[in-house]
């Protein structure tokens, strides 16, 4: 099963590759098939789908939602890049920015939804090392924003 099939079968459907927020490019392939996606924002039909500090304004759930839904860009992205997810051989690394509100501390918790969204969807591929890290701000008023790093066949 392609990943996209799975990713259906999951409920999921890939949303179209987001436009970069500046000058930069989404993904960009280094040496030996080394996979380098910018940090992703939750941007579903062109907003974000909440805005705040994640403790503050914003909830772990909704936290959690916006995790899957910078994984889901995040995956967009490298599906314009390569033109279907099956090249994809190895996610390498998530690191993901939480923008974080006075005394909140879950920041892992928040990323939990986005690294097994990944492990549903490629298997042993799409296990992963993984940096979480509180912010105060992200662009847009964004709570979170994650970056891949993968590896191609």
Same mark, same amino acid.
């Given at each position: 099963m392609s990943p996209e099939e799975r990713l259906r079968e999951l409920g999921?459907?890939?949303p179209p590759a987001p436009k970069p927020l500046g000058a930069y490019v989404p993904v960009l392939e280094g040496p030996e098939g080394l996979l380098?996606?910018?940090?992703m924002l939750p941007l579903r /039909?062109?907003?974000?789908?909440? !805005?705040? +500090? *994640?403790?503050?304004? *914003?909830?772990?759930?909704?936290?959690?939602?916006a995790a899957r839904w910078a994984v889901l860009n995040a995956l967009a992205a490298l599906k314009a890049h390569l033109a #279907?997810?099956?090249?994809? +051989?190895q996610c390498l +690394?998530?690191?993901g920015y939480v923008a974080s509100g006075e005394g909140f501390f879950e920041q892992p918790q928040v990323l939990n939804p986005a690294s097994q969204?990944?492990?549903?969807v490629f298997? /042993? !591929?799409? +296990? #992963?090392?993984?940096?979480? *890290?509180? *912010?105060?701000a992200l662009p847009l008023g964004s709570p979170v924003e994650i970056e891949l790093l993968f590896l191609r066949d």
């Open positions: 999921f459907e890939l380098l996606v910018s940090g /039909e062109g907003g974000l789908i909440c !805005r705040g +500090r *994640v403790g503050a304004e *914003v909830g772990l759930q909704e936290a959690q939602e #279907h997810l099956g090249k994809l +051989r +690394r998530l690191t969204l990944l492990a549903e298997g /042993e !591929r799409g +296990r #992963h090392t993984r940096v979480a *890290v509180g *912010v105060a």
